[in-house]
Nanobody, 119 residues
Framework: QVHIVESGGGLVQSGGSLRLSCTASGGFFTIHAMGWYLQAPGKQRELVAI???????RYSDSVKGRFTVSRDNTRNTAYLQMNSLKSEDTAVYYC?????????????WGQGTQVTVSS
C-alpha cells in the first residue's frame, strides 16, 4: 500500500510564500503523476497543480504564475511552491499520487495540510 505524507502548511500573511512537500512510500511502486488539490470549507476538492511523467506541469487558472509544482523522482517527492499568497488560497491542501504497484494501479491521497493566508 502506497502511503502519502505531506508537510509544509501553516499560517502566512497575504503576499507571503509557503512550500508544501509530499512524499510517497511503501514497498515497490511506480509513479505516473503527482498533484496538489485544495478544499476550502463547504466546497469540493479541486485541482491546483499536477506534474505527470513526460508532461509539462498543469495549473488551475487561479494559481498560474504564482505557484510552481516540481518533483524529485529520486525521493518520490513532490513540492508546491506557493508565492504571492492570497486570502482566497486558504484551504486544506491534499497531495495525490497515481501509479502502479506490483499487482494493481493505485490512486493515493495524503492526509491534507492546512494553509491559512491572513489578509
Amino acid at each position: 500500500q502506497v502511503h502519502i505524507v505531506e508537510s509544509g502548511g501553516g499560517l502566512v500573511q497575504s503576499g507571503g510564500s509557503l512550500r508544501l512537500s509530499c512524499t510517497a512510500s511503501g514497498g515497490f511502486f511506480t509513479i505516473h503523476a503527482m498533484g496538489w488539490y485544495l478544499q476550502a470549507p463547504g466546497k469540493q476538492r479541486e485541482l491546483v497543480a499536477i506534474k505527470a511523467n513526460g508532461d509539462s506541469p498543469r495549473y488551475s487558472d487561479s494559481v498560474k504564475g504564482r505557484f510552481t509544482v516540481s518533483r524529485d523522482n529520486t525521493r518520490n517527492t513532490a513540492y508546491l511552491q506557493m508565492n504571492s499568497l492570497k486570502s482566497e488560497d486558504t484551504a486544506v491542501y491534499y497531495c495525490n499520487v497515481r501509479g502502479d504497484t506490483e499487482v494493481d494501479r493505485y490512486d493515493a491521497w495524503g492526509q491534507g495540510t492546512q494553509v491559512t493566508v491572513s489578509s
